[in-house]
């Protein structure tokens, strides 16, 4: 172009910005269209592998992805063992003991699993593990000052969405349970997200002082304002497989007598009635508002085929009403039968094998895995434990408050409501002094 003076190098800045636009547009339109044909448009996610062919005019076909075994087997581990509770940082470990190799050939992360909940990235949130080819989730963006580049989310209405069912790892119910988790860990702060070490850490109260219960030695557990200098007077000590025995010997035999079963399922299907009742009067209510907005619209619509009264604010009026209409559409949907769940006598028997089964669990050291999904099924059954000095003899007593609500869950496998069962939280046991 010979010499560039100031005008020719505006000119062609210009034009190069605008051819730079102007690329950009075209890929993402052809983006857009490999993924309406179910075709791949990016990297290789975890879990796949290419089957590129040639078409029956020699062209080479690319973005074809099909399922790895070997790797689809660990995406579904990952999946599994988070939605039991465990940690992505537990899990990374594990895998990289197990040498695993990660996505990249290299070492696993928890970030690798989890990802970031604004970029929608991360093993856990890729829906292409359930069927769906997501595109557009984000953008490139060039800093000007620092020429840095930056990817910034996307809103996900402008997401392009293929269903590819023949790519489907995880079943829904896998799936949704994740997603559940990572809902409430992103909300939960991180010191309370940490695992406890051991059991029972952080569950045991003093009875006297109401410190927490410690671990003040290798092996035995006290009352923590009676060795931080609090003044408590409770200075008994229980051992880690004594204290541990004692707190699954209750939730076996006492936590579920025949009589704190028979209150809670009458307590339960009492509150269920309740709330069938009160559904019926707002089923009732919502039926009759639609019934009449039903017979506003027949009306508008008789008025706009006579050719009665002034066309566009009939049918503005017409619109307002359908709005209501699918209101109330919505809300009569909402409305759902709070189902009351048959407890069979039998159910202490059942929640005790239960419980004894994952004692087992927690007794075999062969199998820390095992292990470690058990610990968290065991601790959401215990409300509160209160460890106070015995009254005869030496050790101590424990009071231990379970949750009865998640024990009839375990052994019914069925889950009940939450909702009006604040008052049956508490089913209290005392463990005979030792």
């Known amino acids: 172009d010979g010499e560039i ?5 505006a ?5 190069d910005e605008q051819q730079r636009k102007e690329l950009a547009h075209n ?6 269209g490999r993924v309406a044909e179910g075709r791949a448009p990016a990297g290789l996610a975890y879990g796949y592998r290419t089957c590129n062919r040639i078409d029956e005019r020699g062209r080479f076909i690319r973005g074809l992805r099909e399922i790895d075994p070997e790797q689809a087997d660990i995406v579904r581990r990952i999946f599994g063992e988070y939605a039991a509770g465990q940690s992505a940082r537990a899990i990374a470990e594990r895998l990289n003991v197990e040498r695993v190799p990660g996505p990249r050939g290299g070492l696993w992360k928890s970030n690798t699993i989890t990802g970031g909940r604004q970029r929608a990235d991360g093993m856990l949130r890729n829906r ?5 080819l997501v595109h557009n989730r984000t953008s490139k963006i060039v800093e000007p000052v620092s020429r840095n580049t930056r990817i910034r989310p996307n809103r996900a209405e402008t997401w392009a969405m293929q269903p590819v069912p023949m790519l489907r790892v995880i079943d829904q119910a896998v ?3 994740v997603q559940a988790q990572l809902e409430a860990r992103s909300q939960t702060p991180i010191h309370v997200q940490r695992r406890p070490k051991h059991l029972l850490s952080g569950m045991g109260r003093c009875g006297i002082c109401g410190a927490g219960w410690i671990r003040i030695r290798s092996g035995y557990w006290g009352c923590a304002g009676a060795r931080n200098g609090a003044g408590c007077t409770n200075t008994r000590i229980i051992s880690d497989e004594r204290y541990e025995q004692r707190v699954l010997s209750g939730l076996k035999e006492r936590l579920l007598d025949p009589e704190a ?12 009635a309740r709330r069938d009742r009160e559904e019926c009067q707002d089923r009732a209510t919502i039926e009759r508002k639609l019934t009449q907005v039903t017979g506003r619209i027949e009306r508008l619509v008789n008025a706009i085929a006579d050719g009665v009264g002034n066309f566009p604010d009939i049918r ?28 069979h006598p039998s159910i202490a028997n059942d ?8 004692s087992r669990v927690l007794a075999d050291g062969d199998s820390p895995e095992a292990r470690l999904e058990a610990i968290p099924r065991i601790r959401s059954l215990i409300d509160s434990i209160v460890l106070t000095p015995a009254e005869q003899g030496r050790g101590v007593s424990i009071e231990l408050g379970g949750r009865l609500v998640r024990m009839i869950e375990l052994a019914t496998g069925q889950q009940l409501p939450e909702a009006g069962m604040i008052m049956l939280e508490r089913v209290k046991g005392i463990e005979p002094s030792s």
């Open 5 to 9: 003076d100031a005008f020719k190098g």
């Open 11 to 15: 000119i062609k800045g210009l034009l």
């Open 27 to 32: 890929i993402k339109r052809a983006q857009r």
């Open 128 to 132: 292409l593990y359930i069927g769906e």
């Open 175 to 177: 799936w949704d349970q």
């Open 261 to 272: 079963v028979a209150l809670f399922v009458s307590e339960y299907r009492a509150e269920s």
């Open 316 to 343: 503005d009026k017409l619109l307002e009403v359908r709005a209501q209409r699918e209101a109330f559409n919505e809300e009569l949907a909402a409305l759902q039968s709070k189902r009351v769940i048959a407890l």
């Open 351 to 358: 929640y005790r094998r239960e419980v004894e089964s994952i």
